[in-house]
């Protein structure tokens, strides 16, 4: 049985049902991302872990406690918001020995803790400071060092790097991943961002409309969503539909008789001229360049197919107006059976 055990979880706000029938397992020292577009239900699934809203059914158990009725400060789970949430008035060590003192730990205890987690978290020598004198990155960290500081069973970290500038989210979400690893603790992470899902996570659950669509590895939700959603959630936002018997023998799902959505992503299309041949199975679509934008790395091109536009990226801008051929590798293509 794993660590943290969430089964048949149904909550929300007074008569407004939110999640339903959720289930998720955390292994212990996993860290695990709860990923979703704003407003499918991510902030109330934690808000539920932790006790701060009830649970309408289902159970929650961590190391085989079950803690589905216990008051928030008796779960042992902390969190970590994305506001920081530090008291403003204290210093930095203060912060961080802030749960201990409640717990009253030890001074001499209090002060090697508060220590051990100052060099964990890169912040030695700012004991003293105030932490209103603290850049984002380094607050977060303040944050981080305080849940971790009374040991929870469970970490909760809710968007923790969305107050933060782009280099600076990059540096702390290394951070954070590197502690997780070194210290082993398990915990649960919200983030709508797909590349922080998949650089820091173990398991990955996307969730939309208040259910999960799928609980998976980072490799596997990227390379084969279960759903149309978790398709073009995980950015393969080019979408067709196609009769079933229309498609390639290579890509033609069973049963033929359904109608398919195919989804795939601009960076998997090559663009060729017009008459190429491609010999690798895959799906090849004839259609005309109508936009191009230079990405920095690469150029993304708006290719009209039949009355859609699809997009497609390539190392060269091809000029508007250029017939083309579109051919998409048969792995790249994410086909999902819909009935007529
Ligand atoms: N306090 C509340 N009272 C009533 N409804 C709420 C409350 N908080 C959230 N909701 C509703 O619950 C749904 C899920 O919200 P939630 O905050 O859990 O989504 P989220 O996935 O965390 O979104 P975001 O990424 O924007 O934070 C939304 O429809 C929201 O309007």
């Known amino acids: 049985m794993s660590y943290l055990q969430i089964s048949q979880l149904t909550s929300g706000y007074g008569r407004q049902i939110i999640l339903r029938d959720i289930d998720l397992s955390v292994n212990k020292g996993e860290m695990l991302a709860l990923l979703g577009p704003s407003g499918c239900g991510k902030t109330t699934l934690l808000n539920t872990l932790c006790g701060f809203i009830p649970a309408l059914s289902g159970e929650i158990s961590v190391g085989g406690r079950n803690i589905t009725l216990l008051p928030a400060e008796q779960r042992n789970i902390t969190m970590v918001f994305q506001s920081y949430a530090l008291w403003p008035h204290l210093t930095v060590a203060q912060n961080i020995g802030f749960g201990l003192k409640v717990?009253?730990?030890?001074?001499?205890?209090?002060?090697?803790?508060?220590?051990?987690?100052?060099?964990?978290?890169?912040?030695?020598?700012?004991?003293?400071?105030?932490?209103?004198?603290?850049?984002?990155?380094?607050?977060?960290?303040?944050?981080?060092a305080r849940a971790l500081a009374i040991e929870p069973d469970v970490l909760v970290l809710d968007e923790p790097l969305s107050n933060l500038d782009a280099k600076v989210r990059l540096s702390v979400r290394h951070e954070i991943k590197t502690l997780q690893e070194k210290l082993g603790f398990t915990s649960l992470i919200v983030t709508h961002d797909q590349e922080e899902a998949l650089v820091m996570a173990d398991r990955i659950a996307v969730m939309n409309q208040g259910t999960i669509e799928q609980l998976d590895t980072p490799e596997n939700v990227y390379q084969h969503p279960a759903t149309a959603f978790v398709a073009d959630f995980m950015g393969a936002d080019n979408r067709l539909v196609w009769l079933s018997d229309q498609l390639p023998d290579c890509v033609r799902p069973q049963p033929e008789s359904w109608e398919s959505e195919i989804y795939f992503r601009s960076t998997d299309v090559t663009i060729t001229s017009e008459h190429t041949d491609h010999t690798c199975p895959g799906l090849c679509l004839h259609g005309v360049v109508e936009q191009s934008a230079f990405l920095g790395h690469n150029y993304r091109h708006g290719v009209r197919v039949n009355n859609q536009m699809l997009f497609a990226d390539a190392p060269n801008c091809w000029a508007q107006q250029t017939p083309v051929t579109l051919h998409i590798p048969a792995p790249s293509l994410h086909i999902f059976a819909r009935a007529m």
Do not use: H
Not at 112 to 128: C, H, P, Y
């Open 103 to 144: 717990r009253k730990v030890g001074k001499s205890e209090s002060q090697r803790r508060i220590m051990d987690l100052l060099a964990m978290v890169n912040l030695e020598g700012m004991a003293d400071k105030n932490v209103a004198a603290l850049s984002g990155g380094q607050r977060q960290r303040v944050a981080l």
